[in-house]
């Protein structure tokens, strides 16, 4: 397993240091989530990335509920031009205003638009203890979701409570084989583990995911979403790929 250790007991944190004026976590929660992370690609950055949120704009009125998760250099902008999609942040550290060079503060990404945010994804591993840190100063309603590479990692996550968790298994990340192709039993699995742990957690997939053959398959195996990236990012018809996606539901 990854950096994450296991928890012992579990223990759900209240949360709420932070003020935030509205809730989002509520607002979707009975809809599938389509989480599209912009990553660093150039297809996705600066004035791509605005484009892009435009694209997702366009098919906001659907049956799910889809989410850009912006780089910190973008996530106000993209914010400000945001009606019907959510953006989020790529990451957050538990830190405060202070002397903390390089962190990303988390009250701050709020005040900048940011409406939710992923943690702990592959390419950006930490331990368990920041995500708990980070759980515990966000406020109620501010949507978190901790990617786990497996199902061990995605119980020890659950305990925390997050509001989601997205399991992908790294090797297949960026590839051309969903998870729920190459692997249904991970996405199954863990939705049964997680739920055990916590029922209140939402489970999403994530690796692979390129249409909407993959999210139907994902929300037959349990899944409430998907979490994808050069699916769309790189996509030639980003238009086609988002009408794709939800074609199914």
């Not at 550290?93 to 709020?110: H, I, K, R, S």
């Not at 489970?203 to 994902?218: F, I, M, R, S």
Request: charged fraction near 20%; glycine fraction near 8%; include cysteine.
């Amino acid at each position: 397993m990854a950096r994450l250790k296991a928890l012992n007991p579990p223990v759900a944190p209240q949360r709420g240091k932070l003020a935030k004026n509205k809730s989002t976590a509520q607002r979707f929660m009975d809809r599938p989530m389509i989480v599209v992370n912009f990553k660093t690609y150039a297809s996705a950055s600066g004035t791509e990335a605005e484009a892009l949120l435009k694209a997702m704009e366009s098919h906001a009125d659907g049956p799910a509920t889809f989410v850009a998760v912006a780089s910190a250099f973008d996530l106000a902008v993209l914010a400000q031009q945001a009606t019907g999609v959510e953006v989020w942040s790529q990451h957050l550290d538990p830190v405060g205003l202070g002397g903390f060079t390089g962190w990303l503060e988390p009250q701050t990404a709020m005040q900048r638009g940011a409406s939710g945010s992923i943690i702990n994804h592959a390419e950006h591993k930490v331990e368990l203890d920041h995500v708990r840190s980070l759980l515990e100063m966000l406020p109620e309603g501010f949507p978190v979701c901790a990617c786990a590479a497996d199902v061990d990692e995605a119980k020890a996550l659950a305990s925390l409570n997050p509001t989601y968790i997205a399991v992908e298994p790294p090797e297949l990340i960026g590839g051309d084989i969903s998870v729920t192709t190459a692997d249904p039993s991970i996405v199954s699995d863990t939705v049964a583990a997680v739920k055990a742990v916590n029922p209140s957690v939402r489970v999403l997939c994530g690796a692979g995911v390129k249409n909407g053959q993959d999210v139907a398959k994902a929300l037959e195996l349990g899944a409430e979403g998907v979490l994808l990236a050069s699916g769309v990012t790189k996509a030639t018809d980003v238009h086609a790929v988002l009408a794709d996606l939800v074609a199914s539901l």
